[in-house]
Structure formats: C-alpha cells, structure tokens
C-alpha cells in the first residue's frame, strides 16, 4: 500500500554544498511546513482495496515532489528520471528510499494521476497560508490574462482531414490484434499524405483541386469505420480491449466527420465557421481559438490571473472559449474574496478590462480604488483616484507582465505539455504551484 510521506530519511540523504542544493534544501522545509498538501493530494493517489502487503511504489510526498522537480527543472520524464538517479541532491529533495530508482513511465503514471481540481485546492492552501503569515497582501491587486497554448502543429483543414484518415485506418490495421477481426478495407493513408502535402505546396486552383478529391476520401473512410464497427460487434472479441478499439474508432470517427463539415462549409459554400464552431485538432480536440487583435491568433485556452505586489499567483482562472476580459473582471474579485475572505482595497488592470460596470459593480462590492491601465473613456473621479495615483498604479500594473513571462518562460506555462483536456487544466496548475513555491522561497531566504 503507498504510503503518504516517506517514513524516515536516511542518513546518506545529504545536499551538496551549492546554491541550488541550498534552495532545494528550502524549499523542502517549506514542504514540511504544508502537511495539508499532501492530506490533499493523497486521493487521486490511493487505490481503493489496496492490499498491504507487496511494493508500495512511490509514496504521494515523493511524487509530488519529483512534480515539482520537474517543472523547476523543466525536463521531460526520461531526463528526470536521469536526474533522480544520478544527483544526490535531487534525490534527497524527492526523498527517495536508498534502493528506489524510478522509471519514466512510473513517474509519468503516477504525476499523470494528479487531477485539476486537487492540484487547484493544492494551489488554494499555499495560498491562504501564505496570506495568514502576511506574505501575501490581498489588498492590492493587479489582473491580467494571457493564452497558455495546446502543444498542436499550426491547423489546416487539409491536415485535419489526413489525421483523421490517418488515426482511424491505423486502427482498421490494428484490429485483427485487438479484436480478432482482421478487417479487409482499403487503406488510403498514402494517398490521402500526397494530397494534403499537394494542397499545402499549391496555388489556390491545385487546392480547390485536391479539396475536391480528399473530402470523398475522408468521407469514404468514414463509412469503412461504420462497416468495421459492425464487423468487430458481430465477430469481435468481446473483451475490454474490443471495448476500447471501437470507442476510439466511434471518437475520431465523429471529429472527423466534423472536420469534413467544416471544410464543406468553408470551400463550398463559402462560409465564414465561427472560432466556437471550428475544431483545430484531433488530439487536443478541447483546443479553444484565441484570436487577439494585435498579435494573430493562437490556439489553447486563456488564463485570467492576478498578482499581489511580491508577484505571488493569488487568484487564476483557465477559461473556456474566449471571453472579453471585461466579463472576467467581476469573476477575479469574486474568486479573490472566496479564497481570502476580503476584497482587495485597490485593483489595476489592463485597459482590456475597463468598462463603467466594472467599476459600479467592484465598489458596491466594497473595492475602494478600481483603476485600469488605460482610461478607455472613464474619467478619474469615477475610478476613485489622481492621476498622480493612476502613474503609481500603472507601474504597479507593469510588474504582472514579468510575473507572466517568468511564469510562461521558467515554468513551462507557454505551452502546456501534458495530453488531453484534464491534462492541459493539471499542467497549468502544476506551473503555477512552482512558481508560487518557488517565489515564497525567495521571499523567506530574503
């Protein structure tokens, strides 16, 4: 049975004399010092009827840690798991039993396992601890959104069309192996690679061309993966396994079928498909479009957050779609007054946010000083402040653009890397736990 803390260092656990063994060494103790953590991490870790006897694998202290190791180090699992085997430091941070080296598929397994929503209670409990001992001050309070991108390629119908092709025959070739019903279809990946490849490197007659014929392509496919269902469910195994294959075949089969939709809507018609409407990945299928005016389009989801005066993480949000920063504003102070049990006495946030409403709703909420970047129009008095105050604000303001970047550049928080939608929610949280970890480091060490 996996045990919640590892029950007793050994002597030969030591630091090596250097800065980062030193910064390592506290950020340990300040592990020790949030026993709630890991009371709360513990759930997604535990397996229900879990014998005692037998390994009990890495315990939940240590797969947090090795969490926390790996986005302070942004390495990937194989390269952790160098790390953990060959540096003293490093094993002694993740505290790891004398005899215990894991694999990358383990640590991969096991930090996979650790869901949105309990790394975001894990993120809220740093939190209101950090504000209890007055590291944190909840009466100021900066805002601002940014866009953590889904690790796709750049979408284009064409490619979308040839990954389905692609993903759904691969699993028609699969099936005698899985299911025991070897399927007789034809297999049009090759043809389907030199089409979308033709329509990449063409001039826009050659594409309307090929569009013409890798559309009846998909579309053909789609009805092989009918007729391969009806097969497996007849002559098929009837096992997990089988299960599994046809819900893979019935899931890409259905974003296939959308992306054929939107292609038709597009090239035949002559629409214009709405960002809601529009699906830019297979594999990431939960993928929102971002488009910002200024700086292109990206694909991901958006991320409200706001920052105290230290730069500490108070408040985050990973939203769906692409809402107006303006209808996120009320929603910040919101979840700010949920963690902290106050409201902030003055907020400044990016001109993206200003509208009268805002400012009406925030200061019958009790927030004395509601300030934005640029005055969008609004006047001072109704901000509640002077433009003597408005200058100090904005250079308040600007420190949340270098907490993102450090958030984005040293934490992997640009590109989320961890697969599927929960995947996205729990890398996010992952990052924005290190940092917060990091920087109360930093603060405490002086």
């Not at 890991?38 to 037998?54: H, N, Q, S």
């Not at 080296?101 to 601890?129: D, M, W």
């Not at 230290?310 to 408040?315: A, D, E, K, P, Y």
């Amino acid at each position: 049975m996996r045990e919640t803390r590892t029950a007793q260092t050994s002597i030969f656990d030591l630091y090596s004399k250097h800065e980062r063994s030193e910064f390592f060494e506290a950020l340990s103790d300040l592990l020790d010092a949030h026993p709630q953590v890991l009371r709360l991490i513990e759930r997604d870790l535990f397996t229900k009827g879990a014998r005692d006897t037998g390994r009990k694998g890495l315990s939940v202290e240590s797969i947090f840690r090795c969490m926390l190791l790996k986005q302070i180090t942004r390495v990937d699992y194989r390269e952790l798991s160098f790390l953990l085997a060959d540096s003293q430091t490093y094993r002694t941070f993740a505290r790891l039993d004398w005899n215990c080296y894991p694999k990358h598929s383990t640590l991969c397994q096991n930090i996979r396992r650790l869901k949105p929503n309990t790394l975001q209670l894990v993120f809220e409990a740093i939190g209101r601890s950090a504000a209890q001992s007055g590291v944190i001050d909840t009466r100021f309070m900066r805002l601002d959104s940014t866009v953590t991108k889904s690790n796709i390629h750049d979408p284009s119908d064409s490619q979308l069309l040839d990954d389905g092709i692609r993903v759904l025959s691969r699993l028609f070739a699969k099936s005698a192996d899985i299911t025991g019903v070897k399927l007789r279809l034809t297999d049009y990946r090759q043809r389907s690679r030199q089409l979308a490849a033709a329509i990449f490197y063409g001039k826009k007659a050659e594409k309307d061309a090929c569009y013409e014929v890798l559309i009846p392509l998909a579309k053909r496919v789609v009805q092989q993966s009918h007729r391969a269902i009806a097969q497996v469910e007849l002559k098929g195994n009837k096992t997990l396994s089988s299960f599994n294959w046809m819900q893979n075949v019935e899931h890409y089969r259905h974003l296939l079928e959308r992306v054929i939709y939107q292609t038709e809507r597009r090239l035949f018609n002559g629409e214009t498909v709405p960002a809601t409407e529009k699906l830019v990945s297979l594999f990431e299928p939960h993928t929102d479009i971002i488009i910002k005016a200024s700086r292109g389009v990206e694909y991901g989801h958006k991320v409200n957050l706001s920052t105290d005066k230290r730069g500490f993480i108070t408040t985050a949000m990973i939203e769906k779609g692409n809402p107006r920063d303006s209808e996120r504003f009320i929603s910040l102070l919101n979840e700010h007054h949920r963690l902290y049990g106050c409201l902030p006495t003055t907020t400044i946030a990016d001109g993206c946010y200003a509208t009268g409403y805002n400012i009406d709703a925030a200061k019958v909420m009790g927030v004395k000083r509601v300030a934005f970047h640029k005055k969008n129009g609004i006047k001072l008095s109704a901000m509640g402040i002077k433009e003597k105050t408005l200058k100090k604000l904005r250079a308040f303001r600007a420190g949340i653009e270098g907490n993102i970047s450090e958030l984005k550049r040293a934490f992997g928080a640009g590109k989320a890397m961890w697969k599927g939608e929960r995947g996205f929610h729990s890398f996010v949280w992952a990052c924005v736990i290190s940092y917060n970890l990091v920087r109360l480091v930093r603060v405490e060490s002086g």
